[in-house]
């Protein structure tokens, strides 16, 4: 079993930064590969980014490449999404999710998830 927690989210104008962070507990956070996803208001919930157990991989949807970074610190137990450059597009509820198996942009292969963290981004 795993816990997730995302923190971070908040209100940012067009053009703004933040950092959003998922510290986990429970079993070996270690040999988990990591995504983020995002669910807009009346939408499906969609992959964002995921990193690989090692850090060594990483993914990212075509419409936040080049804006967002996903990141984890294994001895932290926990994994960031560094977001620049936001847009009101970005608006969001944030989740970070654990899969124990593979990294993958599929929802269903996720394992674990958090509460997620609301991110608005003003015009």
């Known amino acids: 079993q795993v816990q997730l927690v995302e923190s971070g989210g908040g209100l940012v104008q067009a053009g703004g930064s933040l950092r959003l962070s998922c510290a986990a507990s429970?079993?070996?956070?270690?040999?988990?590969?990591m995504g983020w996803f995002r669910q807009a208001p009346g939408k499906e919930r969609d992959f964002v980014a995921y990193?690989?157990?090692?850090?060594?991989?990483?993914y990212y949807t075509d419409s936040v490449k080049g804006r967002f970074t996903i990141s984890r610190d294994n001895d932290k137990n926990t994994v960031y999404l560094q977001m620049n450059n936001l847009n009101p597009e970005d608006t969001a509820v944030y989740y970070c999710?654990?899969?124990?198996?593979?990294?993958?942009?599929?929802?269903?292969?996720?394992?674990?998830w958090g509460q997620g963290t609301q991110v608005t981004v003003s015009s």
């Open positions: 990193i690989s157990w090692s850090g060594d991989s990483t």
């Open positions: 999710a654990a899969n124990l198996h593979l990294t993958t942009t599929l929802l269903r292969e996720y394992d674990y």
């Open positions: 429970g079993r070996a956070f270690s040999n988990y590969a």
